[in-house]
Nanobody, 123 residues
Framework: QVQLVESGGGLVQPGGSLRLSCVAS????????MSWYRQAPGKERELVAH???????YYVDSVKGRFTISRDNAQNTVHLQMNSLKPEDTAVYFC?????????????????WGKGTLVTVSS
């Protein structure tokens, strides 16, 4: 089993910054992809950014130039640096990983979700 714990959410004024972190623990051989999603009140969950094992990075258009995703393989951690925050960034942010798990002789990929961390951008 893989557990994901997010941290770094909170209340920030428009134009401010926050850094989200997600630490993965468990029997993990590697990650195919590490992602951040968000879900605003009354809206569907949307992909914000992801980083693949080959370091390919994707951002949703609304955060390009403001958010940066990064990964620390040694610490099984993914970060989301969020700058120039806007009220419309207010949401619960979820970490998602596609991890390689299993045993040394039988490995497979599986998706895991964190419980989320609330980001509120308001004056």
């Amino acid at each position: 089993q893989v557990q994901l714990v997010e941290s770094g959410g909170g209340l920030v004024q428009p134009g401010g910054s926050l850094r989200l972190s997600c630490v993965a623990s468990g029997s993990i051989f590697g990650f195919n992809r590490m992602s951040w999603y968000r879900q605003a009140p009354g809206k569907e969950r949307e992909l914000v950014a992801h980083i693949t094992s080959g370091s390919n990075i994707y951002y949703v258009d609304s955060v390009k130039g403001r958010f940066t995703i990064s990964r620390d393989n040694a610490q099984n951690t993914v970060h989301l640096q969020m700058n120039s925050l806007k009220p419309e960034d207010t949401a619960v942010y979820f970490c998602n990983v596609n991890a390689v798990v299993g045993t040394f002789t039988q490995r497979y990929a599986a998706n895991y979700w964190g419980k989320g961390t609330l980001v509120t951008v308001s004056s």
